[in-house]
């Protein structure tokens, strides 16, 4: 089955560091960029952090730069955010998402997500 | 960065209407501009990309349409799986950005 299983989430104090995963199966992991996008409780989607299918090439959104780190490790088949200094607006479900087309750069758009994990900044 | 702005932010509708749903960029993206829909509890889920061409396995009621800075979802005879939160997302530039949603609902 092609699917994305995301885990890792948790409950962090503000300034504190998580890591969350995400597996891939069913398809050929290498040969796709990936994403992380998140969602705040009743909000809509905030695209975060892609990473190229090779996995030397990254992409932050300026909420999050310099605090999270994308990346990949193709022969586990698995995709890392890496969450450090958090705040209480990182409070989100965290959905790794897969790119359409199997191409060595981004496209930008996602054909297949994960459940999402839920990271929770709260002291 | 590209900001998109979905109109209605809410739509009311019934069970084999056709509705539209507006995303417009501020400033051009050519046709490089996705469609989503999310229910609840769940992952979003792709319908249309770039602009006009459905995924695989959508169903033919849905459809996109526009380019540059306007662009339009429409779902024609609409059936009760189909309400749900839709969102536009852009591919133009980074960073990736996406509307803010329209909540579609009976």
């Known amino acids: 089955e092609v699917q994305l299983v995301d885990s890792g989430g948790g409950l962090e104090q503000p300034g504190g560091s998580l890591r969350v995963s995400c597996a891939g199966s069913?398809?050929?992991?290498?040969?796709?960029?990936m994403s992380w996008v998140r969602q705040a409780p009743g909000k809509g989607l905030e695209w975060l952090s892609s990473i190229s299918a090779g996995g030397g090439d990254t992409y932050y959104a300026d909420s999050v730069k310099g605090r999270f780190t994308i990346s990949r490790d193709n022969s586990k088949n698995t995709l890392y955010l890496q969450m450090n200094s958090l705040r209480a607006e990182d409070t989100a479900l965290y959905f790794c998402?897969?790119?359409?087309?199997?191409?060595?750069?981004?496209?930008?758009?996602?054909?297949?997500w994960g459940r999402g994990t839920l990271v929770t900044v709260s002291s | 960065d590209v900001r998109l702005t979905q109109s209605p932010s809410s739509l009311s509708a019934a069970v084999g209407d056709r509705v539209t749903i507006t995303c417009r960029a501020n400033?051009?993206?050519?046709?490089?501009l996705n469609w989503y829909q999310q229910k609840p509890g769940k992952a979003p889920y792709l319908l249309i990309y770039g602009a006009f061409t459905l995924q695989t396995g959508v169903p033919s009621r849905f459809s996109g349409s526009g380019s540059g800075t306007e662009f339009i979802l429409t779902i024609n005879s609409l059936r009760p799986e189909d309400f749900a939160t839709y969102y536009c997302?852009?591919?133009?530039?980074?960073?990736?950005?996406f509307g803010q949603g329209t909540r579609l609902e009976f």
């Open positions: 997302q852009q591919s133009f530039s980074t960073p990736i950005t």
């Open positions: 400033q051009g993206i050519t046709t490089y």
């Open positions: 069913g398809f050929s992991f290498r040969t796709y960029a």
């Open positions: 998402a897969k790119d359409q087309e199997p191409l060595p750069q981004p496209n930008w758009y996602f054909d297949l």
